[in-house]
């Protein structure tokens, strides 16, 4: 079975200062991680995704997450926040599942933005 | 080109009712995904359907169902409904079933159930 553990379901910090978002994973085959990003009202948006190759994976607005398999971990940055980064973001994994693709999600980490 | 359209965006129905939400994927893409989301649960995947067939189905009663229509369109619906199936829910449509493939998602339909 696969599962998302995201630390932390609220993350507070000041605008300017570096984001840290933390999942981990677990999954019994080599899996398919992702980061959306949900404002209020709205559907989730892709930040950035990691299926092969690089484990450094950069996305939109300025994030990057690193694939890290001895830690089965995935944690999301950002060096400088912005107030416009205050959101709900989600971490995912996708792999097989008794024979079907199965996506799963994380709890969600809202970040708070100070000015 | 236009999202992912998700109707209607709100709804409100009563305790034993049943319920249709459609979806109405990006063009070109044949693969569409349903999931529940609550504040409690987070997000739950539903089901996923690809060229008409079911291929994916979540932990769900079944008084959840779904389809596909032969232009990717698809629709959900709950049958008699609980205070617990309100929720926000998504639909995410891709190019096709795969675990590398991009998902893009709607904004959703609100359903409270009173």
């Known amino acids: 079975a696969q599962s998302v553990t995201q630390l932390g379901s609220h993350v507070s910090v000041s605008e300017g200062a570096l984001v840290l978002l933390r999942c981990n994973y677990s999954s019994s085959v080599p899996p398919y991680l992702f980061w959306y990003v949900q404002y209020p009202n709205q559907g989730l948006q892709l930040l950035l995704k990691y299926t092969t190759g690089a484990t450094l994976v950069k996305g939109i607005n300025g994030f990057e997450a690193e694939f890290k398999k001895s830690e089965t971990s995935f944690h999301l940055t950002k060096p400088s926040a912005h107030m416009s980064d205050a959101a709900e973001y989600f971490c995912?994994?996708?792999?097989?599942?008794?024979?079907?693709?199965?996506?799963?999600f994380g709890i969600g980490t809202k970040l708070q933005v100070i000015p | 080109k236009a999202g992912v359209t998700q109707t209607p965006r709100y709804l409100i129905k009563t305790r034993g009712q049943q319920v249709t939400l459609s979806c109405s994927p990006i063009?070109?893409?044949?693969?569409v995904s349903w999931y529940q989301q609550t504040p409690g649960q987070g997000l739950q995947f539903l089901f996923e359907y690809f060229s008409e067939t079911q291929r994916n189905k979540g932990n769900f009663p079944g008084r959840f169902s779904g389809r596909q229509f032969s232009n990717s369109r698809s629709e959900m619906n709950v049958s008699t409904l609980e205070l617990g199936d309100s929720a926000l829910y998504l639909c995410?449509?891709?190019?096709?079933?795969?675990?590398?493939?991009?998902?893009?998602f709607g904004q959703g339909t609100r359903l409270t159930v009173v």
């Open positions: 995410a449509s891709s190019y096709r079933p795969g675990s590398d493939t991009e998902a893009f």
């Open positions: 063009s070109g893409h044949r693969s």
């Open positions: 995912a994994v996708r792999g097989s599942s008794g024979g079907y693709q199965k996506v799963t």
